[in-house]
C-alpha cells in the first residue's frame, strides 16, 4: 500500500521569497504523484501531478515539483511568493492501480507581507 | 463545463434528523469519491464509486451513513441520525477513466452542521 508524508504542518515565508513544501512517498508501484491547493472555506484545485513522464513537472501559477526516486520525494517549489498563495496545500500519491489515492496531512502556507 | 455540482453548499440541522447530501460529476467521469474534512482528522476518503458501483467503502464511520450512485450523473451521501461530531466539510469529487491515473475533481464542498 501507499502511503504520503508531509514533512511540515505549517510553513511560513514571505513575499518574493522561495517557497519549499516537502512530501516524501511510499509505493509498490510505480506511483502517480500529485499537489493539490485548497484555499479558505473551498474545494482542492489541482495544481500538478506526475505520471511516469518528466520529472520536472510544471503547475499553475508558478509552481512545480521534481519527481526523485532515489529520495523518494516530490517536493513543490515556487521561486517567489505571492500573496494569493496562502492556502493548505495537499501531496497526494496513487498506484495507478485500483484508484487507491492517498492524501498527505496537509502543509499550510503562509505568506508574510 | 459546470465542473462537479454539490448542493447543499451549507445545512444546519439538529442532531437526530436525517442529512442528505447530493453532488452531480462531471460528464464523462467514471469514478466518484465522497470525503469528509475536519480540523481534527483532516481529509479522509469515505467511499468510491466506479462505474456506479461501490468500490471501497471502508472509510464510512459506521451504519448511519450510506451513499448511492443511481446513475452515472447523479450520487447522494445520507446521514441517519445525524450526530454533533458529524460536523465538518463534505466534498464530492469525480476522476476520468483510466482509473488511477488521472486526477480528481472536486466540487466545492457542503458544510454540515449538527446542532
Known amino acids: 500500500a501507499q502511503s504520503v508524508t508531509q514533512l511540515d504542518s505549517h510553513v511560513s515565508v514571505s513575499e518574493g521569497t522561495p517557497v519549499l513544501l516537502r512530501c516524501n512517498y511510499s509505493?509498490?508501484?510505480?506511483?502517480?504523484l500529485f499537489w493539490y491547493v485548497q484555499h479558505p472555506n473551498k474545494g482542492l484545485q489541482l495544481l500538478l501531478k506526475?505520471?511516469?513522464?518528466?520529472?520536472l513537472v510544471k503547475g499553475i501559477n508558478g509552481f512545480e515539483a521534481e519527481f526523485k526516486k532515489s529520495e523518494t520525494s516530490f517536493h513543490l517549489t515556487k521561486p517567489s511568493a505571492h500573496m494569493s498563495d496562502a492556502a493548505e496545500y495537499f501531496c497526494?500519491?496513487?498506484?495507478?492501480?485500483?484508484?487507491?489515492?492517498?492524501f498527505g496531512a496537509g502543509t499550510r502556507l503562509t505568506v508574510k507581507p | 463545463d459546470a465542473g462537479v455540482i454539490q448542493s447543499p453548499r451549507h445545512e444546519v440541522t439538529e442532531m437526530g434528523q436525517e442529512v442528505t447530501l447530493r453532488c452531480k460529476p462531471i460528464?464523462?467521469?467514471?469514478?466518484l469519491f465522497w470525503y469528509r474534512q475536519t480540523m481534527m482528522r483532516g481529509l479522509e476518503l469515505l467511499i468510491y464509486?466506479?462505474?456506479?458501483?461501490?468500490?471501497?467503502d471502508s472509510g464510512m464511520p459506521e451504519d448511519r451513513f450510506s451513499a448511492k450512485m443511481p446513475n452515472a450523473s447523479f450520487s447522494t451521501l445520507k446521514i441517519q441520525p445525524s450526530e454533533p461530531r458529524d460536523s465538518a466539510v463534505y466534498f464530492c469529487?469525480?476522476?476520468?477513466?483510466?482509473?488511477?491515473?488521472?486526477?480528481?475533481?472536486f466540487g466545492p464542498g457542503t458544510r454540515l452542521t449538527v446542532l
Open positions: 469529487a469525480s476522476s476520468p477513466p483510466p482509473s488511477g491515473y488521472n486526477e480528481q475533481f
Open positions: 509505493s509498490s508501484y510505480s506511483p502517480s
Open positions: 506526475y505520471t511516469s513522464a518528466a520529472t
Open positions: 497526494v500519491v496513487s498506484d495507478g492501480y485500483n484508484n487507491d489515492m492517498r
Open positions: 460528464s464523462g467521469h467514471n469514478s
Open positions: 464509486f466506479n462505474n456506479n458501483v461501490p468500490i471501497d
